[in-house]
């Protein structure tokens, strides 16, 4: 009895880059290549002809059908015995990467990687040859995207747009200037207006837009990330910004890198207010590590610096049965020990010292007396009604963990990045669940609670029994963006937000 040989089974890799004007389409890929399985004997399945249309070869990491087809190489399975590419340059334009995926190939897959348009002789000059038309592939491809970059920043010079057109903004046709979508210009100005002018916080302009029902152009909700986008972005005010984050990873790059010239499109807001948004912003910015108010032990947490280590200044509470709990206060630096100089302070001193600072600024500033008077903000019993938006928020961070998790996994987010962003999520998480757990609670008397629902000064909010430490914290952060304390000569710098 004679065995019937088997045939060699082969996958199709087709790959087609948007600047490549030379390449054959995708249809032309696929048609030779089958045409070169027949007449050499192998056998192609539909499933194993891996495509991807418009995806540069700089990157393996982000061209999913070769990852998927890599994935199938190595499965247990052994699908295919040998990968087909036009070209040698559609398997990948990185050398390094290229030498890496075939030698892991070849060595444990048994799988090898034949061009059809460059055939190679066997031994090591056939090995020389490819390692040449790999150098050249790779150089073609630094060479062209040079071309790219430099004719689209020359373009970013004269003020031209290229990308795709900001919520607000609308392309008629190829080639033309973007042109302002009326409805969504509206819901720009009043987010630069809520932000500026209502003293609104990201926050709340998101939860604004979320109740009224208003979705990005992608049709999701406006989180506040987009929203922050919104208020930095300049093309609102009539600028184009070019060059601004790395491609390959997406982080921003150095602000003087950054290209920003008056564009030929009609702004939606003026230049003074996008300007007041920029300061704004600046003053409100936080560390990505700081905890929310809502986790906040005292209303002087995450405002107190050190001035040799600059750390925040840590609140130490302790405890007593027959007497009130009392707080003190000593640099995060110096208890973990990178910092040699103690900060210690007792709130006993400190906070009559700061109540007494805030209440002088307002007899003797009258220019910056008026933002020490603020609205008492709502007690800290939540209504049950609020629950059903407690659970909706607690889902969309379930969503945001998975996008930060798919983002570092797919190479855009670093290791740092991602863990600094998952560090936050779970700040914000116990953030929620702490007020879904006052939501249970059953709320006080309103006989036995003042009517405080006018002004009130900051000093008699701070001051006050009747409000609790997350409500004076966020009070006092609203309006002192630091204060940095010298404990030995008893000094302490406020630092206002105005």
Known sequence: MVDTPVSPHAALYIRVSTHDQEELSPDSQKRLLLDYASAHGFLVSPVHIYQENGISGRSAEKRPAFQ??????????????????????????????????????????????????????????????????EWMDEFYSIRLSGDVIRGMTEKALRGGFQGRPPY?????????????????????????????????????????????????????????RAIRYILENPFYAGNVRWNRTESSTSSLKPQEEWIIRPGN???????????????????????????????????????????????????CIRHRKTMADTYSFQCGGYLKGKCLHSCYAAESLLAPAILAALSDLLKTAPDV???LVICSPARHSLPAS??????????????????AREAYLDGIDSKEEYAAAKERFRLERDSLNRLLESSNSCPPDPSQVPDLSGPVSLPELLG??????????????????QMTLYRDSRH?????RL
């Not at 302490?492 to 206002?496: G, I, K, N, R, S």
């Open 265 to 315: 499109h009609t702004p939606i807001i003026s230049q003074t207010l996008f300007q007041q948004a920029q300061h704004k912003l600046e003053n409100d910015a936080v560390s990505p590590y700081s905890k929310p108010p809502s986790l906040s032990r005292h209303w002087l947490s995450g405002l107190l610096k050190c001035p040799f280590c600059g750390s925040s200044l840590v609140s």
């Open 492 to 496: 302490l710098d406020v630092f206002l």
């Open 369 to 371: 007396s008026s933002s």
């Open 464 to 481: 006050s029994p009747l409000f609790s430490m997350e409500q004076k914290n966020t009070a006092l952060k609203s309006i002192v963006r």
């Open 68 to 133: 998927h087809m890599i994935a199938d190489a190595k499965s247990q399975a052994h699908p295919f015995d040998v990968i087909l590419v036009w070209k040698f340059s559609r398997f990948a334009r990185n050398q390094e990467e290229s030498i890496v995926y075939k030698s892991m190939l070849r060595k444990n897959c048994h799988v090898d990687v034949v061009s059809i348009s460059e055939p190679l002789s066997e031994g090591p000059f056939g090995s020389l040859i490819e390692r040449i038309i």
């Open 168 to 224: 607000g903004y609308r392309i008629p046709y190829p080639g033309s200037l973007p042109e302002i979508v009326p409805q969504e210009a509206t819901v720009i100005q009043s987010i630069f207006e809520d932000y500026v002018q209502n003293g609104k916080t990201i926050s709340q302009i998101s939860a604004s837009l979320h109740q009224c029902g208003i979705l990005t152009a992608r049709g999701t909700p406006f989180e506040k």
């Open 386 to 403: 609020s629950r059903s938006s407690l659970l909706a928020s607690l889902k969309r961070l379930e969503q945001k963990e998975l996008r």
